[in-house]
């Protein structure tokens, strides 16, 4: 890397531990005196699970919304979630520290084995947002996982699903790109490792590049509402 990050994504399995590293980074750097803050890129899937539950519909957000719908919504949600964390960043000029990313997305649609064109769509609505400029990949054993999201009681995969998301990520071409940290160890472990991969990012932060960020963030917004609502359409 020719330049220090300023924007750094923890992308990874259910299970994994990306939220509690995203945080655990973005306080490790912010008590080193750098202005950073970490933010979540949910797509709306653990929430439509618990509204399915108190529904009585089952555990599972796709027992509400059926499965392509709910790839649909998941879709529209994480985009306007990152949508929002770049402007933010754009506006504060932080160190962002991004709990998922748009890869993440490509990954859900091909472990939930969506149709091709729902991954194009995807690629064209998220690939004019600027990558990262550090992307860590978190793997850890699909069981592992497994009893982890088990332990915290309140959403369900199966170690099948796990599976799949893993190979998901190992195929997409990004994967060349990614930083991969073993996660299978303890938290303190995980984030040794994350910190000795992540070159120390300058605290200072000019005004042309929060400019440049303003315009890479803004500039997705027509051709990202365009093929989500093709996919809307689609999955009606």
């Known amino acids: 890397m020719t330049r220090q990050p300023r924007t750094i994504a923890l992308v990874g399995i259910d299970g994994s531990g990306k939220t509690t590293q995203a945080h655990r980074l973005a306080d490790a750097l912010a008590a080193d005196g750098l202005n950073a803050a970490y933010r979540r890129n949910a797509g709306g899937r653990r929430w439509f699970g618990r509204l399915s539950a108190r529904l009585g519909r089952g555990d ?3 027992d509400l919304l059926g499965r392509r719908a709910m790839l649909f919504v998941e879709s529209v949600l994480r985009w306007l979630a990152i949508l929002r964390t770049l402007l933010r960043r754009a506006f504060t000029g932080q160190i962002t520290v991004m709990d998922r990313y748009a890869v993440c ?3 859900s649609l091909r472990a939930r084995a969506a149709r091709p064109a729902a991954e194009r ?4 609505a998220y690939g004019l947002f600027p990558r990262p400029d550090v992307t860590f990949l978190l ?6 996982a497994h009893d ?3 332990a915290r009681g309140y959403d369900h995969e199966s170690t099948d699903y796990l599976s799949a998301a893993a190979a998901a990520y190992r195929s997409l071409p990004e994967y060349g790109e990614f ?9 303190d472990e995980v984030a040794a490792e994350i910190r ?6 300058a605290a200072v932060t000019r005004a042309g590049s929060r400019m440049r ?3 890479l963030a803004g500039g997705p917004l027509l051709a990202g509402v365009t093929a989500l609502g093709w996919q809307l359409a689609e999955s009606l």
């Open 213 to 215: 960020t303003m315009v």
């Open 105 to 107: 997305q490509y990954a």
């Open 139 to 144: 793997t850890v054993d699909p069981q592992v």
């Open 179 to 187: 930083v991969v940290i073993d996660a299978n160890g303890t938290p």
């Open 148 to 150: 982890r999201i088990e």
């Open 121 to 124: 769509r995807a690629r064209l």
């Open 60 to 62: 599972d957000a796709e």
């Open 196 to 201: 000795s991969r992540l070159p120390l990012p």
